[in-house]
Structures are given as C-alpha cells and as structure tokens.
C-alpha cells in the first residue's frame, strides 16, 4: 500500500489476527458480510476497516499507533481512493494472510 511518499507492508499474522478477532468481536472476514437490511447491502463499518487496517500495518510496522492509521486513512482518501478501493485491499491482505485462498488459475486447466 501506497500512501504519499510512503509504502506499507500490509499482512495479518496470528497475533494480529487474534487481537482484531477481539476488537472486533468477530471474526475479521465477518466485516464482509453480504447481509441485507431493509433490501441494502451492508457496507463495513469505517472503524471495522480501520482497525483491518491497523492490525495489517501492525505485523510490519509494529510502533504504528492508531492515530497513525487515521492520518493513512485520510490522505489514502485525499489521494481520490475511495472505501470500496479500502476493502479490496484489505481482501487482498486476507487472501495473503491465509485467511481465503487466493484466485490461481491452473495453468494446466483447459479452456
């Protein structure tokens, strides 16, 4: 992840995994779910991804504070992304940190 001038290394270990699991009181993969209400897809809160992100920057960058990851947040906004460009990341960061297999094709697989 690019922010800036700065690049982040974003994974989830199992610690990281763990803490989120209790901050969030759920599992991470939760945040996505496809649950209607009154016929409207729910969208993750901003502080659920906010705090993926966080636990994400945490496994690299481990004296990130959160105050850290709002000023991310906010300039990863400024810079014209939007939410939705947020939670593809953070699936990215799931796939990578084995919490979903990642998409391969076998290469082998005919078409």
């Not at 990281?16 to 996505?32: M, W």
């Not at 809160?45 to 504070?65: M, N, R, W």
């Not at 105050?67 to 939705?84: P, R, T």
């Amino acid at each position: 992840m690019t922010v800036g001038d700065k690049d982040y290394k974003l994974r989830i270990g199992c610690a990281e995994a763990v803490d989120l699991e209790e901050k969030l009181g759920k599992h991470p993969l939760n945040i996505f779910s496809k649950a209607q209400e009154g016929g409207i897809p729910r969208m993750p809160k901003i502080s659920d991804l906010v705090f993926c992100l966080y636990y994400a920057l945490l496994h690299y960058q481990p004296k990130t504070e959160l105050k850290d990851v709002y000023e991310i947040y906010d300039k990863y906004m400024d810079e014209g992304h939007q939410q939705s460009d947020l939670i593809l990341l953070l699936m990215k960061v799931f796939e990578v940190s084995g919490f979903v297999r990642e998409d391969k094709k076998d290469s082998t697989e005919k078409n």
